[in-house]
């Protein structure tokens, strides 16, 4: 089935104009044109309008969502990806939202604020005291202002490379390639290269420790919270194997 411009406009809740700079960038372009010139697009094309948009979302600009989706093959695998994503942004939001919400009863009450409930929800050091745990505090610190010292475009940037690595990840998996073959490889060549820039991880002759890279691949097997960036606990074991297969012969 075919939509007009208008018709996607209204449904997506943009303008006509933006699908055609979409267009224009090569993003989105429509599935026809009528003799008239009116533009229409079919399903396919609101399915990738969508996949734009969740990236616009996560503060991702024209140039880093090019790359997303030129490296992407399977779109249910991709949009699998952005799910695990936006379902921790959820989780992320209704710890913002209960922090408010206890703000505002006290402020309405004769209660006392809490400075440690007051802006749960509201960083990305949520996970502080479990990286503490599980690699040392010199570890989160030196990844924390790493992290803190890059602009708005760097982290975009960095959010896009990650999505293509785990899209990339969970394509694999499902066409159930062999973890200790060369796509696979390649993908866990990437993926510790993609590690490498972090600083305070745990490192052996310049890289990540092999020791460290196979605990993380058990790790996103382990915890949900991971393992959704892969499709689950089916393609995070793939992402583990294939991980510590690299790991025992390269690092």
Request: proline content about 3%; overall charge negative.
């Amino acid at each position: 089935m075919d939509h007009s411009i208008q018709d996607v406009a209204r449904l997506a809740g943009t303008t006509s104009r933006t699908l055609r700079h979409y267009g224009a960038e090569g993003l989105l372009p429509p599935s026809r044109i009528a003799a008239n010139g009116y533009r229409y697009y079919d399903d396919r094309a609101l399915v990738r309008l969508q996949r734009i948009l969740l990236l616009r979302d996560l503060g991702l600009g024209i140039p880093a969502i090019r790359l997303v989706l030129e490296r992407e093959i399977d779109e249910t695998d991709a949009l699998r990806a952005h799910l695990g994503w936006l379902e921790e942004e959820q989780k992320r939001l209704r710890r913002r939202i209960r922090s408010v919400q206890s703000t505002i009863t006290t402020l309405e009450g004769t209660g006392q604020l809490m400075a440690e409930t007051m802006f749960d929800g509201f960083d990305h050091t949520q996970y502080k005291e479990e990286v503490e745990q599980r690699w040392g505090a010199e570890a989160y610190r030196n990844s924390d202002e790493w992290w803190t010292s890059k602009s708005a475009a760097q982290k975009a940037e960095w959010r896009a490379a990650a999505l293509a690595l785990q899209t990339d990840w969970a394509d694999a998996a499902t066409r159930q390639v062999d973890p200790a073959g060369a796509e696979a490889q390649e993908l866990a060549r990437r993926h510790v290269a993609w590690l490498g820039a972090v600083p305070g991880l745990p490192r052996e002759d310049g890289h990540p420790a092999a020791d460290y890279v196979r605990g993380l691949g058990e790790m996103y097997v382990a915890d949900d919270r991971f393992g959704a960036n892969y499709g689950g606990v089916a393609g995070a074991s793939f992402v583990r194997d294939a991980l510590t297969v690299y790991a025992d012969q390269h690092l």
